[in-house]
């Protein structure tokens, strides 16, 4: 397979040709997968394209408002994917991340792979790669490619792709946050993005029992050291069963250690799969995590990078992740 690199020009000219896609994002796909995919999807049906958003993953709780009507497939197409032009596969860093469902290993064969993501360290197979990892999210390299092409944003697209750059940059909050994305922004504002449903959806509708078990992380499963310079958390398996709480909607559970005033790292440990899963995340540039995700086999953005330990042993994994950090920092 050809792996041509392209900016988002080459690769608008590569998107306008294409007629009839399958459009897929990362396994425990996040607001950015999630608003990218079904972003592209309704924006290219709305300009005259066929387009499928294949999500065999299960969605965050949260988020289930928000796909209500949106259009996609749960599972892997029954014709195959030779009725397709291309596959586009978006905000996916590597080829065992790309959910395809149980039809199909990643890469397939038999089809042409537009592969468009921010993760600096991308390395997915793909024809055509268009990786920007100057952007906040990968919706907001879709909304910079929609306007490149000249396609008319539509209202459901708008607010699926400002949902992306939404949760992508915590609200306006991460140091990813440009004036080119609060200008892209606006551009979906102005394109009658829904902005109050996607903000009742991902920060106002947490349920009592999280607000619970969010409570009891901090108070007894928190740690900080380091002189308050790293707060970090391992949770085990029985502190999920205790609230019936799972990771999937877990995803902002890190922003309860990265808050913390003094803070430069946050660590978050858990088990998933029978292996510790590690979330890293930096607020000082002079100590980014990204180096150390993948000096331990993981990657993600600098100040943003996650994990997966080849051990079940969460309290040796924490260990090991303390006294890295502490030559970090
Ligand atoms: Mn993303």
Redesign the pocket.
């Known amino acids: 397979m050809l792996n041509r690199k392209m900016d988002t020009v080459y690769a608008s000219d590569v998107l306008r040709q294409l007629d009839n896609v399958l459009i897929v994002t990362h396994v425990r796909p996040?607001g950015?997968?999630l608003g990218?995919a079904l972003g592209l999807g309704a924006l290219m049906r709305g300009n005259l394209r066929r387009a499928q958003v294949l999500l065999p993953d299960p969605l965050p709780e949260k988020y289930l408002p928000l796909v209500r009507n949106a259009d996609f497939l749960t599972e892997f197409p029954a014709g195959g994917l030779t009725q397709y032009d291309a596959l586009i596969v978006l905000?996916c860093a590597r080829n065992d991340r790309v959910a395809m469902g149980s039809g199909t290993d990643y890469p397939p064969q038999d089809i042409s792979i537009l592969n468009i993501d921010?993760?600096g360290d991308n390395n997915v197979q793909a024809e055509w790669s268009c990786v920007v990892p100057d952007a906040a999210?990968?919706?907001a390299i879709l909304v910079r490619i929609a306007a490149l092409i000249g396609w008319k944003m539509t209202p459901q697209a708008a607010t699926f792709f400002y949902l992306?750059i939404m949760t992508?940059t915590g609200a306006f909050r991460f140091s990813n946050t440009s004036p080119d994305t609060h200008r892209l922004v606006a551009s979906l504002l102005e394109n009658n993005a829904d902005h109050d449903q996607v903000i009742q959806a991902v920060y106002f509708s947490k349920s009592r029992n999280q607000q619970l078990f969010e409570a009891d992380m901090v108070q007894n499963y928190s740690k900080v050291d380091f002189d308050g310079r790293y707060a970090w958390a391992a949770l085990p398996d029985e502190f999920f069963r205790k609230y019936g709480f799972s990771m999937r909607d877990g995803e902002m559970l890190i922003e309860l250690l990265r808050e913390l005033s003094g803070v430069k790292i946050a660590v978050l440990l858990y088990l998933a799969g029978g292996q510790v899963k590690v979330s890293l995340r930096s607020k000082d540039p002079a100590c980014p995590v990204g180096p150390l995700a993948r000096k331990l086999g993981g990657g993600g953005h600098e100040m943003a990078a996650g994990v997966t330990l080849k051990t079940s042993d969460l309290n040796s994994a924490a260990a090991m992740l303390r006294e890295e950090v502490g030559k970090l920092l």
């Open positions: 996040d950015d997968a990218a905000d921010h993760h999210a990968t919706s992306g992508d």
